[in-house]
Every structure is written in C-alpha cells, then in structure tokens.
C-alpha cells in the first residue's frame, strides 16, 4: 500500500489514477527471466517490445514510478533478417495448452506485412510467418485495432501511413483484407499509437515533426473521416516513437523513444480531451533504447485501451 500510496501522489491528478489497478505487465517470458521487482508487479506497466537492428525480438517490462522502473531486456529469437524490419503493429502473448506461451504480431517486412507466431513451448521456441499483404513499399507505419480483445474479436481493422500522406484503413475477416477508405492530410505526422479501441471508434495519439501532439478520432463508419484534436502544440518532435498501454479504467501509460540519443522517457495520460488532456511526466527510463521499431506487447485477453 505504502508504494501505491507514493506513486499516487507522483501522478498528482486523481484523472491519471482512476481505476488503476494491477500491472498489465506480462507474465510470459522470452529468454530469460527478469528479476523479480516488486515495484513492477505493483503498478501500472508497459511491456515496450522491439525489433532490434539484427532482427531479434524484445521486450522490457517498463512501470509508473518516478523516475520510472524498467525490468531486464529479455532478448527471443531472430525473426528477421537485419535491417528487414520497418513498422509493427501491436503483439499479443496467451498461454499454449501444451504449456509455455505464444506471441503473435503483424509487421512490415521490406516491402511486406506478415503475421509473425513466436511459440515459447516446451523444446521451443519456435517461430514462423503468413503472409497478410504484398506492395506495401509505400508505407511507413502499421497499426491492427482488434475489437473486443481475445481469440475471436468480431472487427479488425488496420491503419497505415502512406509516404504521400495519406491514412490507410483495411478489414481483416475470413477472405482476408478489404480497403476500407483512405484519407488524405497526414504527412506531418511523424509517429503514433492506438490509445482506444471501441466498438464504435479507433483513437491514436499521435506526434507531428513540428513538435505537436494529437490525438485522431476514427469512427468505425464509412467513409472514413479522422476528427483530429491537439492535445499539445510544441516539444514532441524529438520522440522517433510512441508506445502506449491502458492505465487503469481510462488513462494510458506512454512510453516516448528517443531512439537518436537512445533514451525513453515515460508519461501518466489522463483520458484524452484535447488541450485539457492531463500530462505527468514520470522521467527517464533508465536503459539505452535505440532498436529502430517499437510497439506494444500485451496479453490478448482483459480489456482493450480505453484512453480517449
């Protein structure tokens, strides 16, 4: 109680603490083991996964205190060729019933996007891809928004930035991927992440080159129509990416990755709400964090993000 009590009073605004509850951290492990921290396993985390230069797959457990914990970098297998990786979406882990887990995520390899299984099973782990999409050269980010979370969520949509600016949405169902509207006006961003996903509506927080931070309300409706917002309007340009994860019942925890100079820092959100959008700054994360993509590794079961 006495460390939750502490970083309640970190956070400041009741905003950031609703519904805080116990770490989303994962349970399931990649290579080895971190070691224990109380501090972890108490508080609101983020597991930030990554793809290294070398193609191996990351993740590290990184929780609300101030300054902010990080637990042990735990390092999988290779599952790309060096340089091969350019943009993930999200990773979700589950438990196998032959014991172990798996994780499973979608990514752009070259020119590519393909789903990616790790199974960290007895004798394992192993590793293999299916194709999703070919042609996508043109694109710089991928996002999957899976509603509601589990094995069979009844939507899933995916958004990409194209290199012309535009914003690309598709729908995965059981005969594969459908266009499902494109929208022009996006070149200035520079990085986002999903930080809701409803039955009515996906939300990214995003960052611009000039330094703002927005958030881009997508109804699941066609066409496809953002309604964008500022939430800041200066200091964000130096971040090459963002990853968040729910904090409680509708706040977010952000992690910003400074991958020039190797540093990450970490952010208390409130729920999103424009310029009056709650912000606390928690610190530095300590760690060097230049791995050149990031995403967010989450379990596949509990609630989807909830921040705006």
Known sequence: MRTMRRTAALLGAAVLLAGLGTATASAAKLGKPATANPKIQSICSLDLGSITANGNYVDQVVSAASPPVASERRVGPQIAQPGETRASATWEFKPEPEGGSSDSGYALYGDTLYSTVINNVPGGPWWGRGLAMEDMSAYTSIARAAYPKGDSPTRQYFYALRNDGSLVRWKLDKEGFHPLGTY?????????????????????????????????????????????????????????????????????LLAAIDTDSGSAYLYAIGHANGTATAIQSLGKVPGTFNDPVYFLRTSQAGTPLNGE
């Not at 009515?200 to 931070?213: E, I, M």
């Not at 500022?230 to 729910?246: D, H, L, M, N, P």
Request: charged residues 10%.
């Open 184 to 252: 022009a006006g996006f070149s200035a961003v520079k990085t986002m992440t999903l930080i809701s996903t409803t039955s009515t509506y996906d939300t990214f927080l995003a960052t611009t080159k000039a330094g703002a931070l927005y958030t881009i309300h997508i109804p699941t409706t066609s066409p496809l129509t953002p309604v964008v917002k500022v939430v800041r309007s200066s200091t964000w340009q130096g971040f090459e990416a963002i990853v968040a994860e729910k904090c409680g019942t509708q706040s977010t």
